[in-house]
């Protein structure tokens, strides 16, 4: 195992400036999520590290070796991707051994690492099967398999999740959590769903536009985010945003409205501001305090009950974990947590807190 340093790393294709002088520092036995929307650069970075991409400049270290100008057969690293990338020809036997057979590892040692993956994996019964007999969660299994045979320095995931369905994606994230904390190899994993970053790291970078917005752990960056992109991006359902201008203790709305200075905040009289608000954060006032709301949607989900509203012409969700009986049309009254709640400035996004 080893951790691996990405200092002040930049790629360009063409003229296109597509990773920014990307800085982290991965722990050895670390699980690290690299997360965005598409097109931010992550499995970009990740094909760097591997060394499936060339860098432009900046520096790639594995344990203290600069691995810049270093063939990606000598990093020690495996790669999981998002298509199983398994030879049809081959049993998964076959296809889990194959990177042993290539580097002329004895037959034993080939058979007891084979042993021990299957065996992690729960593939003794499918040694023999093809990958067109396999179903899209054991496929993913076997290419794990085979990455886990090499026992590398550093696991490399690419999206491999995103190809199975909504159940299985479930039950695979616990699948890869066991396993990292079995074998507690140092591992990078690409993924846009932020759900899978908040449920699998030990540190979260999101980055956007080839630039990382923030690095924390999975509740650093929900309690405490840097700006309002991080805000949005981590937790689902994203957080609420609400325009409005700082009046002394309170945040105006477009309508008028006040909202309660968030206890973390500050900023100046008449500065234009984003009040942050998460769904969960939101309950039902009593009597006549909080802010008046027209009721949009009411969508039951049986654990809670999410309730879409409008708020100064803003849809606004609320997480209740009560069940109740709104009606589309119906009005109740929100009051949001001040000590929970978040102010962004209007221009630049980033969040306003106490000094």
Do not use: W
Request: hydrophobic share 40%.
């Amino acid at each position: 195992m080893a951790s691996v340093t990405i200092g002040q790393v930049h790629k360009y294709f063409g003229r296109t400036h597509i990773i920014q002088g990307v800085s982290v520092d991965i722990a050895d036995g670390e699980f690290c999520v690299l997360v965005g929307p598409s097109g931010c650069g992550k499995s970009t970075l990740l094909r760097m590290i591997a060394g499936l991409e060339e860098i432009s400049g900046g520096d790639i270290y594995i344990g203290d070796k600069r691995v810049n100008d270093m063939p990606p057969k000598e990093r020690d690293i495996a790669m999981v991707f998002q298509n199983y990338a398994l030879y049809p020809h081959m049993t998964v036997r076959d296809n889990m051994a194959f990177s042993l057979l290539l580097a002329k590892q004895s037959a034993q040692v080939i058979a007891e690492r084979v042993d021990i993956a299957a065996g992690i994996l729960g593939l003794h019964a499918l040694l023999d099967r093809f990958p067109r007999q396999l179903s899209g969660g054991q496929r993913q299994r076997v290419a794990m398999g085979r990455a886990i045979v090499r026992d590398p320095q550093v696991f490399l995931f690419d999206e491999p999740l995103s190809n199975l369905d909504a159940k299985l994606r479930v039950s695979m994230r616990t699948e890869i959590k066991e396993l990292h904390q079995r074998l507690k190899t140092t591992s990078i994993y690409v993924t846009h769903d932020q759900i899978e970053a908040m449920t699998m790291a030990d540190k979260i970078v999101v980055m956007r536009d080839g630039v990382v917005e923030q690095i924390g752990t999975p509740l650093q960056l929900y309690d405490h985010p840097a700006n309002q992109f991080v805000a949005g991006f981590i937790g689902s359902p994203s957080m609420n945003f609400l325009p409005g201008t700082v009046r002394g203790q309170h945040v105006a709305l477009s309508d008028g409205s006040l909202l309660p200075m968030p206890l973390q905040a500050r900023a100046s009289e008449g500065q234009a501001v984003v009040y942050g608000t998460r769904p969960e954060h939101l309950h039902i006032a009593s009597g006549s305090e909080g802010l008046a709301t027209e009721v949009v949607v009411v969508e039951p989900t049986g654990a809670d009950t999410q309730v879409f509203t409008k708020i100064a012409g803003v849809e606004v969700t609320s997480v209740f974990r009560e069940r109740h009986t709104f009606t589309p049309g119906s009005t109740i009254r929100l009051q949001a947590d001040a000590s929970r709640a978040h102010l962004f400035d209007a221009v630049s996004g980033k969040a306003l807190t106490a000094a």
